[in-house]
């Protein structure tokens, strides 16, 4: 089986930096689109972030030029910088993955558990 693990959330105040990580494990042969969404509460869950396997980026508007998202394919790992943080950008982060395991064809789309980011003074 594989998995996703994120670390680094928190509470910040307004206008803070926070930095979010995220680490797959298991037995993989590769992995495609990796990418952060977001659940603030009594919200649907939104795209924040996504980052394929050859650099490319896509932001969603509400971040763009605030958040930076990187990846080593090397070591499996995707993060979020986050700069000039806002009140709502508070939510459940969550980190995501299409895993393709050691023996198979297809890739797995794999969630973390989250990570709670809070932004209030």
């Known amino acids: 089986q594989v998995q996703l693990v994120e670390s680094g959330g928190g ?16 037995i993989i042969s590769n992995i495609n689109d990796m990418g952060w969404y977001r659940q603030a509460p009594g919200k649907e869950r939104e795209l924040v972030a996504t980052i394929i396997s050859g650099g490319r980026t896509n ?7 605030r958040f930076t998202i990187s990846r080593s394919n090397a070591k499996n790992t995707v993060r979020l910088h986050m700069n000039s943080l806002k009140p709502e950008d508070t939510a459940v982060y969550y980190c995501n993955a299409a895993i393709q395991v050691v023996g198979t064809s297809k890739y797995l789309e794999v969630w973390g558990q989250g990570t709670l980011v809070t932004v209030s003074s």
């Open 59 to 65: 932001y969603a508007d509400s971040v763009k030029g």
């Open 11 to 26: 509470l910040v105040q307004p206008g803070g930096s926070l930095r979010l990580s995220c680490a797959a494990s298991g």
